[in-house]
Every structure is written in C-alpha cells, then in structure tokens.
C-alpha cells in the first residue's frame, strides 16, 4: 500500500460481488475523512484522471469499473448523532456507512429509530444504495432515495455541494438519485422512524394456481399488496435439490405492522429447513413478530454462491393483470432456461411493490404518488452458463411489454437496444440531469463506459 498526502491508495485489481465484472484502476484510494476525499479529487484533476466509487461491489452494472482512480469509501463510516427535526428524526451518515451499522446504531438510540425499509443485504453501504436509487419492500416507502432529506458531495472541481429540497429542489431530486455522477457522495441525511411498531412477518407457501389463475387473480394479489406493509414472492423451479421435478408453489412473504411486541427468541432456530434449496434454507412457514430490521435483512444465500441478477421496475395496471402476466410466464420461460442445461439449475425469480419515486432517473418514476410499481427480478448462481444473455431477453420482453425500466445497479448494460430505449423514454428527465451533472462534473471526470453512452450529446 503507497500513500499520497496521508491517503493510502493500491494498485489491487477490482472484482464485484457477483463475480460478473472486473478492473484493473491505476489507483485504488481508501480514504477515511473528507480532507482525503479532497486529495483525490485533486489528484484527480492534476493528472488529468476519470474516478469511480464502490462501496461493497454488490452491483452488477459497470457502475464501479474504471482503468483510472478508483474511491473505495468503506473506511467513510461515520454516524452523526440522530436529531428530532421538523420533519421528523433524521440521521446523517458517511457513504460508507453499511446498512448494519446504521441498523446497530439506530436501535441503540434512545428512543430506538429504524428505516421504515431497506434493501435486503445489511453488507452494502450506502454511497452504493442511495446513489442507485435502491429499494425495499415497502409499499408506502417507495425508494431508499426518497427518504433523504440532505446531501453532501465533493464535485469534481473540489468544491462541497450540499443539495436538499430548500435550497433547490430541481437539483436535490437529482441528487438523489445521481449514479455516482456528481462526484463523491460524502454525506447524506435520512429520514427515519421511532420503533414504536414492529412487524408481523408472515411467510407461506401456495401453489401457482392459488395466486396466479382465476379471472380475478389481479384484484386479488392487489388487495393482499394494499393490505400489507409489504409484500414479496419468489419461486424458484425445482422441488428438491438437485431433484428434476418442477416446484409448483410461490413462497409469499408479507409483512404487516403491529404493536405486539418483538418474540425474543427465534422460532426457527432449531427446525430443520422446510425448504429444499441452500439458497433459501432460513426460509420458514409461519408468523413472528420481528422489530423492523429483522424482518427486512432475513438471510439469503448458501454463504458460498455469489449470483447475478437483472431487475426492473414497471408501472402496475390497475388491476395488477399485467403483474399476473409478467411473473407466470417468467416462471415458464425460466423453467425452459433452467431444464436446458444441468448447469442452469441454479436459478429463482422474485418480485415486490413499491409506490413511485418522485427521482427523476427513478425506474420507478411516475408523476402519480399513488402510482404502484412491480419490481421484478430473475436471477442465477454466478457460474450460469449463458445466463446474462437470457437475462437480457427477459428484459428486453419487459421493455416491450411493460415498457420496464432496468434498476440501474443490476444486470441491463447487455439488454439488446437498452441504450436507445433508456434516452427516448426517460428522455427530458435524462436532458434536465445531465443539465445539473454537467455544473458539476464539466470535464466528465465521474463519466465512465457506463454511463457515457446514457448522457452523451445531451
Ligand atoms: C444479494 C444482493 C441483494 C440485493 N438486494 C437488493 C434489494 O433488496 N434492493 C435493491 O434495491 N437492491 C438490492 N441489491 C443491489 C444493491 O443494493 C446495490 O447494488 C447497491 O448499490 C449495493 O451497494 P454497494 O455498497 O455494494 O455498492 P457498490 O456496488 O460497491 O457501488 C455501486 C455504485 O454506487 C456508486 N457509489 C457508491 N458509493 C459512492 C459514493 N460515496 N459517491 C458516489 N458514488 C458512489 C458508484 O457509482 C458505485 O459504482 C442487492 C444486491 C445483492 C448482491
């Protein structure tokens, strides 16, 4: 490790989580205070370099891949005080700051404070969440950038930016959501809740025809959505592990608030898994009351298989008849895929609701705030054999028939003519946005092959 005016930086190569990307920067910085954030920047423009940031590198987009400065903001981990303001409690945060530790130090606030939502891994952090426009399973909490009230970035001319709904709400809804554009997100500020309610979580296993058949199978799945805090379902195709016959049920998870008070100990603990799949074995029938946190971050994955993942988000019919659509021919078409190859096996689809975001490079974007969003996900272990190519397909059918956008931190970069559709539709969004990145970043400095094909000639 070299250091540069007291930051260390390496020459380490960079690969993500899901294994799908990597890159060989000609730095890699590891800041851990704004005056180190300021030398890099500095650096940056002396040299005449591009910089990129990551956080946990759970992303599967090209967001972090740079050949220039690379801003690893992990160490960035600080947590201010939480403060009772007129909007409510608030909390400031450094971008690195993990979903964990926010958690941890929420509920050891007096009174204890939550998220009212969240993504479901407590690893990433949330330079990574806020800057993708991330999103949990609520439905009233719409996207995690929609819960921030305040911003502070390092631009690329060296100056610090705060933006927030007072000061000029056009620039803030930007920043809100800025695909790591508008320099190094150094802060940011976040509304949140006294825990006075918990969860109920109720988890269920139903067959297709239960959820997905019948003429009113829409209005249906509406209610259960309008019902609850939140809902999520996923399906993955075989029965058993390792096993050719297919799974014909839907694991639904539903969320609902109540004022019981937390279980203190974990029903599931000791039951062996009802589930016959390492990737979903902490899966288990039944209700618990769980406090908020608990209930968001249940655990997913064998602790070995890293997977990849392409998702969108489409605008819900009002009578949900496109969601029943979409979700039963993706089981089918993901049931071909899976069958065609032994080594296919290892896939599973998913899909929550969220209202809209008023962000305007929000997948979920929509004047409407009672607008309802169908987000959508398949997704398979790393090693799947021609997965990002079948994947971009089921986008694609999306984009045709929903006319989906692809949630900016998954698979979409390789979804045949996604660069053309993402200019023309959210198009004078796209114009204003580039308009305010533009004052910030005027030499294109935060521009990688991601993002220049999106904001190019603008
Ligand atoms: C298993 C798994 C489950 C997931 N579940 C969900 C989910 O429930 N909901 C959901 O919405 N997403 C989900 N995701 C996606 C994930 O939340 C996003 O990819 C998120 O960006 C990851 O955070 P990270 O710290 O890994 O960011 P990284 O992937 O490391 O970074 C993403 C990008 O954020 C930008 N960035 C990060 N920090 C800064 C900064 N300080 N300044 C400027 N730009 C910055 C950079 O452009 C960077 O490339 C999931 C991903 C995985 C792998």
Same mark, same amino acid.
């Given at each position: ?23 060989? &920067? !000609? +730095? ?8 180190? $954030?300021?030398? *890099? @920047?500095?650096? %940056? ?123 000029? &709400? !056009? +620039? ?8 790591? $554009?508008?320099? *190094? @997100?150094?802060? %940011? ?270």
């Amino acid at each position: 490790m070299a250091v540069i005016n007291d930051v260390s930086f390496s020459d380490d190569s960079w690969t993500n989580w899901g294994k799908n990307l990597t890159s060989q &920067p !000609e +730095a890699t910085f590891y800041p851990n205070k704004l005056e180190d $954030l300021k030398v *890099i @920047v500095r650096e %940056a423009k002396a040299n005449n370099k591009k910089i990129r940031c990551a956080g946990t590198g759970h992303s599967w987009c090209g967001a972090a891949v740079t050949d220039g400065y690379l801003v690893s903001v992990n160490n960035m981990n600080k947590i201010h005080p939480p403060k009772e303001t007129n909007q409510g409690w608030t909390v400031t945060i450094e971008s690195g700051v993990t979903v964990e530790e926010l958690d941890l130090a929420l509920r050891a606030h007096s009174p204890p404070l939550a998220l009212p939502s969240n993504v479901h891994p407590t690893s990433v952090r949330y330079g990574g969440i806020l800057t993708m426009g991330c999103h949990g399973p609520s439905l009233n909490s719409r996207t995690m950038s929609d819960m921030i009230t305040e911003l502070v970035i390092l631009n690329a001319e060296g100056n610090l930016v705060t933006y927030s709904e007072d000061r000029d &709400p !056009e +620039a803030f809804n930007a920043a809100s959501l800025n695909l790591g $554009l508008f320099g *190094i @997100v150094y802060t %940011a500020t976040l509304r949140v809740e006294v825990m006075n309610t918990r969860f109920l979580a109720r988890d269920s296993e139903r067959t297709f025809e239960t959820v997905f058949d019948g003429p009113d199978a829409g209005l249906k799945l509406k209610a259960m959505v309008l019902k609850n805090d939140s809902t999520e379902f996923f399906h993955w195709p075989f029965r058993h592990f390792m096993k050719p016959e297919q799974n014909r049920t839907i694991w639904v998870k539903e969320w609902e608030r109540t004022t019981e008070p937390a279980e203190k100990v974990n029903p599931n603990l000791n039951r062996p898994p009802t589930v016959d799949n390492p990737f979903f074995s902490e899966f288990h029938a039944g209700e618990r009351v769980q406090e908020i946190p608990d209930a968001l971050h249940f655990h997913l994955g064998d602790g070995v298989t890293t997977i990849l993942d392409a998702g969108v988000g489409f605008k819900v019919d009002n009578d949900f008849k496109n969601v029943i659509e979409a979700f039963s021919e993706l089981i089918e078409k993901n049931w071909a895929f899976t069958t065609s190859m032994p080594e296919r096996m290892g896939t599973a689809v998913e899909m929550r609701f969220i209202k809209s975001s008023s962000k305007i490079l929000s997948p979920a974007y929509d004047q409407d705030p009672e607008a309802i969003f169908c987000m959508i996900d398949v997704m398979a272990t790393s090693e799947t054999p021609g997965f990002e190519e079948y994947a971009g397909g089921i986008v694609a059918n999306w984009i045709e028939k929903y006319n989906a956008k692809p949630h900016w931190p998954k698979l979409w970069e390789s979804v045949p003519g996604v660069v053309p559709y993402l200019r023309r539709e959210y198009g004078d969004r796209l114009v204003r946005f580039n308009k305010i990145r533009k004052t910030q970043d005027p030499n294109d400095m935060f521009l990688n092959n991601t993002w220049r094909p999106l904001m190019q000639d603008l």
